[in-house]
């Protein structure tokens, strides 16, 4: 099992050149039908899993959603935390597929969008501070039935992922990606995040955004 660590103070790292939609990558069925009820219980007791509002600082202003995460002592409140060992060979296949070697894990996340929600377009890619390690790749995985709720498109660059439950979507953290708002239902998806070596130059740490969360900004004019 790959280790997992939270993820460490951080600045925002350099987006991509260009954008190559082979990274971009749907696989259907990556979660069966009871462990995603199963998380999605142990999201809404609020008791285990800290669920919480997060209004993320990005252009619109106005992005937000429910979020938690899914912490290993998840069984001690009675929920079976499986998804971590479930998800371990995807992460190795993808690593593979990506030619990097993944250091560790962050928690996996589960976000809640409801009626009015959205997150507008961001990135996720980081590096510490000490420049030694790098967000690499996020998954998002669909924990709704697209019949659940209207509205709540994820886009990752130009690429509308499927709504169908259990599809999963690897992308690297630093390609822009959105949910636009959601008219009314609930949307629930899973969250998880890889790093890795981080070899790539220095990065200029005097911008004001760089002590910023990474996924909490957006640079200016970035859309
Ligand atoms: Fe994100």
Redesign the pocket.
Known sequence: MYPIKRKPKAILSPTPEHIDYNTIIEIPNMISREMGENLKKYAVDEIASGLHRRTPNTKDGVSGFYTCHVHETMNVHGYDNGIYELLQDAWTLNAQQNNYEILYLEPYEIKMYKEGDCFDV?H?GCLNFEETEERKMNLIIQLADSDDYVGGDLYVEDHHVSRTFGTGVFFPSNYM?RVTRLESGIRSCLIGRSWKTYTGPVVEKSRPWDLLRG?DYLKPGER
């Open positions: 961001h996720d990606h996924e």
